[in-house]
């Protein structure tokens, strides 16, 4: 069953080791540097569990995205589910609990995949399916190396336990050493599972092991980036990193022990890899990471105008042909989501039910890493240095001398300078502040690097009906058409 965004922020208290300006955290509810974020996922929780948004969210007392689709209908479904929670953050929460939700409903779909002569981790792959669907649990992820030298492969690092390895076997389980990067909100997590995305080189058996722990498990440890919550002067003045800052922690295991019913792959480079690509996992993931992206989109698109129309530029020609550009992108995003889903292809031949379509998903990555710069770029060029020339905060415009001075300089004819300096600190939380930055290189990496999924589009986005249209016409003509 659901939990309340309640029940939600209790579970967070368990111990768990986070490190930030070199302090341990005590408890991520309470914490200044991640309080308001806690909230603000503890928000969706309560859409979820019980609101007017419940229908929509959930299907039989569980979130949607445990749901294995067996339909397009289904699949529809499970992104106006994705819509409402990405609305929520207004795009700015990308690892919601329905991100990996998706994921683990991917393994559910074609748990064969987990099954090897060696080691069958199918049982441990649906287990963590039902377990997480059943307990409704916040599922994060760490899939990649950390960059150290990446022209070696894990094992063959300088040091034996930079990435995570197994170093022991004990009774009922292994022993885990090593670390991951990045895990997105992995500090406000239930469990977070350990892989790798990426292929791994032969001889990289040891750190060809994927699992999923609790958050609190003794010897995890999660070193926090800045957080930009903490750095927040309040929501007023930065109403986006105040509250919707998710976090990037590099995580290190020391010598953590992990049962083996949460062991899903063991020492195989093949399966550890393949079970991303070769269920719905990632398929499942780009589903809810478009919607979301298109959602950002809206929101940016919604500043601009809101920015134009208090500048009274909105009518200017040129203005008005940027935001058309603005939309244009936004239809963009949404045609990637509706085409994917359209596209639709069976799993394991309908048995593991359907997933978005392969290449267009797969492109999505590619549309968005390009298209979200240009868009940020645009909206900045429409906002002009009324994005700079603000009051350092709100207490400006609550002061009693300083205050009429702001009211008069710092307006728009139908803006009042409070509505005006609120639209502007929200346009720059989202555009130009250490958040927004942070946000540009999400937008271009939380999928992987460039150079990976502009390779994989190559190889599987469809390659071989392009050249065999263009040989069609080649071969429709020579050279006795010379005259
Ligand atoms: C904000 C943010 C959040 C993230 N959250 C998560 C998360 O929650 N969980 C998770 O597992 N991962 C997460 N990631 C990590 C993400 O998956 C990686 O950033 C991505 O896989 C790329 O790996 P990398 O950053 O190590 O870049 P690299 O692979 O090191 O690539 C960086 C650049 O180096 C060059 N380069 C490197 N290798 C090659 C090569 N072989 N050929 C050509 N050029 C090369 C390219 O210019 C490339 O763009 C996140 C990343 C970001 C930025």
Redesign the pocket.
């Known amino acids: 069953m659901t939990r309340s965004g309640h029940d939600y922020l209790a579970s967070l208290r368990d111990g768990r080791e986070i490190w930030l300006d070199g302090e341990r955290v005590g408890d991520v509810t309470s914490h200044p540097a991640f309080r308001n974020t806690a909230a603000s996922i503890a928000r969706l929780y309560d859409l979820a569990h019980d609101s007017a948004h419940t229908p929509v969210l959930t299907q039989g007392g569980v979130h949607r995205a445990y749901a294995i689709p067996r339909s397009y209908e289904d699949l529809v479904a499970r992104r106006e589910a994705y819509k409402v929670w990405a609305e929520a953050s207004f795009g700015f929460l990308g690892?919601t609990p329905d991100y990996m939700a998706g994921g683990a409903a991917g393994f559910a779909a074609l748990p064969a995949l987990f099954r090897t002569e060696s080691y069958d981790g199918s049982a441990a792959a649906l287990a963590y399916h039902r377990r997480l669907a059943e307990g409704d649990l916040y599922p994060?992820?760490?899939?990649?190396n950390p960059?150290t030298d990446?022209t070696r492969s894990a094992s063959e690092q300088e040091e034996d336990d930079l990435v995570v390895r197994v170093v022991a076997e004990k009774d009922g389980g292994i022993v885990v050493r090593g670390a991951?990067?990045?895990?997105?909100?992995?500090v406000f997590g239930n469990e977070v599972i350990v892989g790798t995305?990426?292929p791994l080189a032969p001889q990289d058996v040891d750190h060809a092991v994927c699992f999923s722990v609790p958050v609190g498990t003794p010897g995890l440890r999660f070193l926090s980036r800045t957080s930009y919550e903490a750095r927040a002067r309040s929501v007023f003045d930065n109403p986006l990193s105040s509250r919707f800052d998710e976090n990037?922690a590099l995580l290190v295991c020391d010598d953590v022990f992990v049962p083996w019913e949460r062991v899903l792959t063991y020492r195989n480079v093949d399966v550890s890899f393949r079970m991303w690509w070769q269920t719905p996992a990632y398929l499942n993931f780009v589903h809810q990471a478009a919607t979301r992206f298109w959602t950002k989109l809206e929101f940016l698109t919604g500043v601009a105008i809101l920015i134009t129309k208090a500048n009274n530029t909105y009518e200017l020609p040129p203005v008005t042909q940027a935001i058309g550009r603005l939309l244009g992108k936004v239809a963009q995003a949404k045609a990637f989501v509706l085409a994917a889903e359209a596209s639709y292809e069976e799993v394991d031949g309908g048995r593991g039910g359907v997933a978005p379509g392969k290449d267009i998903s797969y492109a999505q990555r590619i549309m968005a890493g390009e298209l979200y710069p240009r868009a940020v770029q645009e909206v900045k060029l429409l906002a002009g240095g009324g994005l700079i020339q603000l009051p350092a905060s709100g207490e400006d415009l609550l002061h009693p001398e300083i205050g009429p001075l702001v009211r008069k300089y710092i307006r728009s004819p139908g803006t009042p300078a409070e509505d005006r300096v609120k639209l502007l600190k929200l346009a720059w939380d989202a555009l130009g502040s250490e958040f927004a930055g942070?946000h540009e290189?999400?937008e271009?990496?939380?999928?992987?690097?460039?150079?990976?999924h502009l390779m994989q589009q190559a190889w599987e986005g469809g390659a071989p009906a392009c050249e065999a249209l263009a040989r069609t016409c080649l071969d429709g003509y020579g050279l006795e058409r010379t005259r």
């Open positions: 690892r994060t992820f760490t899939l990649t960059q990446r991951k990067m990045i895990g997105t909100a992995a995305i990426e990037d942070r290189q999400y271009r990496f939380y999928h992987g690097a460039p150079h990976v």
